[in-house]
C-alpha cells in the first residue's frame, strides 16, 4: 500500500513538472491543434498592431460590418472618395412667382406750339415758329428736360402757291432745330425734308403739307426747338415763289 501511494506522488510530481518546466519559445505553430487557440483563451487587447504580420489581416478575414467609419484614421477617410455618380433628373418647374408691384412712371417732358402766322417764303432759311417765339400762334413755352431724357419732335407746315405768286415750279425744304438756353446756337434735329409744288397757271391754288421728324438725346435743361423753311433759289431747280399759312410742332421726351 505504501509503494503503490509513493508510485503516485511520483507520477504527479512529474506531469507537474513537465507542464510547468518547458523551455520558452518550444511552443510553436507546429504544437498547436488546428483551431485550439479561439478568442475567449486571448486575453483582451493581448494582440496589439505589432504582433500583427504585415498584410496578415486581408479583407476575406475581416467580418463584414465589424469596422465603421470611427475605426478608419481621419487622413485616411479622404481617400475613401468614390467616384462621381451620374447626374440627377432635373427637378419639376417651380411654381411662378407672383407679379412684381409696378415701378413708378420714369420722368417726362412736353411742349407744343401752333403758328397762324403766314409768309412768303425767301431763298434762305427763316424761322417759321418756335417753342418761345410763336409769330401769331400759342406754345407752352420751352421744353424743359429735369434730367438726361430723349426728345422726339414732329411737325407739319402747310405750304402753298397762291394766285399772286409766280407760276413756276417750287420746292419747298423745311427742318427741325433745338438749342440749349445756355447754347450759342441751334443744332439740328433729325433731317430736312422737302416738298415739290408743280407749276400753276397763276389762278389755281397748289397746296402741300410738309410733315417733319427729329429726336435726339439732350441732357438735362431748358430748350427752344423751332420750324425753319425756305424755297429753292434758282428757278431751274424748283425756285419759283411759294408761302406757308400754318405750323405745328409737338415735342416729348421722356429718360431712357
Not at 118 to 132: C, E, G, M, R, W
Request: glycine share 10%; aromatic share 4%; proline share 3%.
Amino acid at each position: 500500500m505504501v509503494v503503490a501511494l509513493i508510485a503516485l506522488f511520483v507520477a504527479l510530481s512529474g506531469s507537474a513538472y513537465a507542464v510547468t518546466a518547458l523551455p520558452k519559445n518550444s511552443v510553436g505553430s507546429s504544437q498547436l491543434k488546428s483551431n485550439a487557440v479561439t478568442a475567449s483563451k486571448i486575453k483582451s487587447s493581448a494582440v496589439t498592431e505589432a504582433k500583427i504580420k504585415q498584410s496578415a489581416v486581408t479583407s476575406s478575414k475581416i467580418k463584414d460590418g465589424t469596422i465603421t467609419i470611427d475605426d478608419i484614421a481621419t487622413a485616411a477617410r479622404s481617400s475613401l472618395t468614390g467616384a462621381t455618380g451620374p447626374t440627377g433628373a432635373t427637378g419639376a418647374t417651380g411654381a411662378t412667382g407672383a407679379t412684381g408691384a409696378q415701378g413708378p412712371a420714369g420722368p417726362t417732358a412736353s411742349a407744343a406750339v401752333t403758328e397762324n402766322a403766314s409768309a412768303a417764303l425767301i431763298n434762305s432759311d427763316a424761322t417759321v415758329t418756335s417753342l418761345l417765339a410763336p409769330t401769331a400762334g400759342t406754345s407752352t413755352g420751352a421744353l424743359v428736360l429735369t434730367e438726361a431724357m430723349r426728345v422726339v419732335a414732329t411737325g407739319s407746315v402747310y405750304v402753298y402757291k397762291s394766285a399772286g405768286d409766280s407760276t413756276e415750279q417750287s420746292t419747298v425744304v423745311c427742318k427741325l432745330e433745338q438749342k440749349e438756353a445756355a447754347a450759342s446756337g441751334y443744332s439740328s434735329l433729325g433731317y430736312p425734308t422737302e416738298t415739290f409744288l408743280p407749276a400753276t397757271t397763276g389762278s389755281v391754288i397748289i397746296h402741300d403739307n410738309v410733315t417733319l421728324f427729329g429726336w435726339a438725346d439732350l441732357a438735362a435743361g431748358t430748350y427752344d426747338i423751332r420750324v425753319r423753311c425756305k424755297r429753292q433759289g434758282n428757278l431751274t431747280f424748283g425756285g419759283g415763289d411759294a408761302d406757308y399759312g400754318h405750323a405745328e410742332l409737338a415735342v416729348i421726351a421722356a429718360a431712357d
